[in-house]
């Protein structure tokens, strides 16, 4: 198995609102297997409410409304999916390549769920797939055939890990 590092925390959100840790860091386990991800690397989960995200989405991105989900890549890659970004990717320290950090709003998560009939846990995982594809260079917003691609494989990875 692949090291992958997978740090996660919760900041704003309430006890009742917390999404399960150990699922996202699954999720994200098996999508980057999925993907061939095969060099030891690191992704970082914040888990906040609107509040936190809208903060976060505000700041970074100069959009300022809640979003369910933000992805910020480390790494650019040539094309959608993983390719070895060599060497010098990795952190001296760690030996890890750092993928980027996944921002999850807990709040719109179980709002959606109830909004399309299916689970928190099941719309936890779609969100986070969704995330690492990003952060692995996939891209929905500036053109329709990566926008294609992107759900042809979430919906791959979806399948495989039993959603």
Not at 57 to 71: K, M, P, Q
Not at 80 to 97: H, K, N, Q, R, Y
Not at 132 to 150: A, I, N, Q, R, T
């Amino acid at each position: 198995m692949n090291d992958y590092r997978i740090y996660a925390r919760h900041s704003g959100v309430k006890i009742d609102d917390r999404l399960p840790i150990p699922q996202i860091k699954k999720t994200i386990r098996e999508a980057l297997r999925i993907e061939g991800v095969d060099r030891p690397c690191e992704v970082s989960v914040l888990i906040t409410d609107d509040c936190g995200i809208r903060r976060i989405n505000a700041e970074f991105r100069g959009i300022d409304g809640a979003t369910d989900v933000l992805s910020f890549p480390m790494q650019e890659f040539s094309f959608s999916g993983w390719a070895d970004p060599g060497p010098g990717a990795a952190d001296p320290e760690t030996g890890l390549i750092p993928l980027g950090e996944i921002i999850l709003s807990a709040e719109r998560i179980r709002r959606q769920a109830l909004e399309y009939g299916h689970s928190a846990e099941r719309e936890t995982a779609y969100l986070t797939v969704h995330s690492v594809l990003h952060l692995l260079g996939y891209e929905h917003v500036s053109f329709e055939e990566g926008k294609k691609e992107m759900r042809k494989r979430e919906k791959a990875i979806m399948r495989e890990i039993g959603y």
